[in-house]
């Protein structure tokens, strides 16, 4: 109720409408698509009674190993941002429209548990809308007017999930991630990372969730980094001025994704 509240208090002032959209996007996202994985979660049992199930991958339900045993692909969207006390630095930072794709193994206990190892390609960033910075001091600093520009992070990733059936076709997913910074571009150019002071290995935790059904997957899953962005003193330029950061910028990204697999 208050996410949508927050648009219509604002019809009046499109720039600020605009703002709020972009903020509130991302939640209202996470909302659609959880609807959308309980539902499939909830209805498609009954139709699996005529058709195929995830119970079609469970050795003819000997319980030796999870039906979520096989291999496959996968893709989809990212809504990445980042956040942390640096952020504050840097004028109005906002989320950036990505992508994520990859392959997966999933390696089964028993009927509820499994273990789920993938290797990703995925971007994030984020973007800077158009405004000016001080690039003076005392009472009457110099600013600095500087365009919009999209900062895009591309990463290799690791994650190791914990898999855990809720119903025959909605799971929940839950471990580390770690991943390596492999490029980034600023404003359309190709950075050199130790030059700008970022840092290359990346670590946090993912969780979400993923409904099944046969051999295809919809699932929405929300990344949290731990590892710093930034090195402490790194100075990033907009426009002529440089800004100096303590580090405190942290990646965090919202993905949904389509997959495709097989038994093992």
Not at 204 to 216: P, Q, S
């Amino acid at each position: 109720m208050g996410l949508y509240f927050c648009f219509i208090v604002s019809l009046s002032d499109r720039p600020a409408m605009a703002g709020l959209f972009i903020n509130c996007f991302p939640l209202l996202l996470m909302k659609k698509i959880f609807l959308l994985l309980a539902l499939a979660g909830f209805a498609t049992p009954a139709f699996a009674q005529g058709g195929m199930s995830s119970t079609a991958y469970d050795n003819g339900g000997s319980g030796n190993e999870s039906r979520n045993s096989g291999v496959g692909i996968k893709g989809g969207y990212n809504v990445a941002y980042v956040k942390g006390s640096d952020v504050d630095l840097f004028p109005n930072a906002n989320s950036l429209a990505a992508f994520n794709g990859g392959a997966y193994a999933q390696f089964g206990f028993n009927n509820f548990a499994s273990l789920q190892i993938e290797v990703l390609y995925s971007r994030k960033g984020y973007h800077t809308d158009a405004g000016s910075v001080s690039s003076g001091s005392g009472t009457a600093p110099v600013m600095t007017p500087y365009p919009a520009f999209d900062t895009r992070l591309d990463y290799i990733e690791l994650p190791v999930l914990f898999v855990g059936n809720l119903t025959e076709t909605l799971s929940f997913h839950l471990g580390p991630q770690v991943g390596l910074l492999t490029k980034v571009l600023r404003d359309g150019q190709n950075l050199d990372l130790q030059a700008n002071g970022y840092n290359s290995f990346d670590y946090g935790v993912v969780g979400g969730a993923e409904a099944r059904l046969g051999i295809g997957r919809l699932g929405v899953r929300y990344e949290l980094s731990l590892a710093d962005l930034y090195q402490n003193g790194a100075s990033l330029k907009y426009g002529t001025t440089a800004i100096t950061t303590t580090g405190n910028v942290r990646n965090q990204c919202i993905q949904v994704y389509l997959g495709i697999g097989s038994r093992k």
